[in-house]
């Protein structure tokens, strides 16, 4: 089996090659041909010598994850479906916008902490991704969008929210941020990559140490009683230990702020009362938050809140002088949308079949 160099980060990259014999140094050059050009051929890096080429060509290769579907937006969003051999393909989904292109990365095949409004939920647990799986998602999607006409490529922000929780799948997702940052790979600014987590509190303080980026909190609820229901993990690790841990986080965060997401779900989290207990919560921590309109997915009871219950929701906060945000729904056309995600390759590959079926 050939060693995917995707699959390293820097340091692990010059030890492999150390390991080979040769120096050090030749990871940022190598690096620099990956992710910087985007080059996956090891014969067209003219600036390696050739004994090394095809050193690198016998035993390693460059390779992104086998993208099995590409669908389009009417605005823009594109979404790819990754097959990682689960049965579920994983989605990477890009949105354009006027100043700025970002990616929505996913981090785990399934989820295994099944928040009650989530359809990656609802599919359990498959795997964790590689290092090669998630840092594929960019590599892939840069390559498929080409270069700006600046020479840049199109991606400059990451949001790690896709399928999965990031911070259970630690060193993976810690290695794939470390090359998205570094200056031979991607080089984006800390605060142009974003870890959403339900609150996995132990990782978060790891994360503060080991890689701090920006830092987005899934809420979703004012209190214990609602939260254990909608974001079980709560159970686990109630609000208050939260809020003790984003206050610690943004110690050392590049952003003065941690982002609450907060789904807006009719009848259930979204009256004005729960907004104002909400207030009371984060009190102590500097904060903005994201209201994101529930997306509704098949085997859903839960519906989305109607525009006035969203709008009084944010006025409430906006009076506490939260900065506040409601999140636009980009991409439901082709099921990109948050908490959408499912890669249901099954489901539609059984539909096809019975269209052929029905046509024959
Ligand atoms: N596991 C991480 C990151 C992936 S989920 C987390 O939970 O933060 C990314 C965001 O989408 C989270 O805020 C999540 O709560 C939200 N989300 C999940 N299902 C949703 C849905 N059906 N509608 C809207 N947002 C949803
Ligand atoms: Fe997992 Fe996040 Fe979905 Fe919860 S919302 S089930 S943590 S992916």
Redesign the pocket.
């Known amino acids: 089996m050939k060693q995917n160099l995707l699959d390293f980060d820097a340091h692990a990259l010059a030890v492999y090659l150390t390991e080979m014999g040769e120096k050090p140094f030749r990871a940022r050059q190598l690096m620099r041909w990956i992710y910087r050009v985007g080059e996956p051929d090891f014969a067209a890096m003219t600036d390696i010598a050739a004994s090394l080429r095809d050193k690198l060509a016998q035993c390693a290769s460059i390779t992104p994850p086998n993208v099995m579907r590409e669908e389009l937006s009417d605005d823009g969003t594109r979404k790819w479906l990754l097959n990682v051999g689960t049965g579920n393909a994983v989605e990477a989904v890009y949105i354009p916008e006027e100043t700025r292109g970002t990616l929505c990365v996913s981090t785990q095949a399934g989820?295994a902490?099944d928040?009650s409004?989530?359809?990656?939920g609802k599919q359990g647990f498959n795997r964790n991704l590689s290092v090669a799986e998630i840092i594929g998602q960019l590599w892939w999607a840069n390559h498929q969008l080409g270069k700006n006409a600046e020479g840049l490529w199109p991606i400059s922000n990451v949001v790690?929210?896709?399928?999965?929780?990031?911070l259970l799948n630690f060193d993976n997702t810690v290695s794939a941020l470390r090359l998205m940052l570094d200056d031979h790979a991607y080089g984006l600014s800390r605060r142009r990559v974003t870890v959403?987590?339900?609150g996995i509190v132990p990782a978060m303080d790891r994360l503060r140490e080991e890689c701090p980026v920006a830092l987005?909190?899934?809420l979703?609820a004012p209190n214990d009683k609602l939260r254990d229901e909608l974001v079980p993990i709560n159970q686990k690790y109630p609000l208050r230990e939260l809020m003790a841990a984003c206050q610690r986080y943004l110690e050392k965060a590049p952003r003065d702020f941690i982002t609450f997401?907060y789904?807006m779900l009719d009848g259930v989290n979204d009256s004005e009362q729960q907004a104002r207990e909400l207030v009371k919560l984060v009190r102590d921590v500097p904060c903005k938050f994201n209201l994101?309109?529930?997306?509704?997915?098949p085997q859903?009871h839960y519906q989305r809140s109607r525009p006035d219950a969203i709008q009084r929701f944010r006025d409430v906060l906006m009076q506490a002088d939260i900065v506040t945000t409601t999140r636009k729904t980009r991409g439901d056309d082709i099921a990109a949308?948050?908490?959408?995600l499912a890669g249901q390759v099954q489901d539609k590959t059984k539909r096809t079949m019975q269209r052929i079926a029905g046509v024959h």
Do not use: D, R
């Open positions: 989820c902490l928040c409004f989530c359809s990656t790690l929210m896709g399928m999965g929780e990031p959403s987590t339900s987005a909190v899934s979703h997401e789904v994101i309109p529930f997306n509704p997915f859903t949308a948050c908490g959408q």
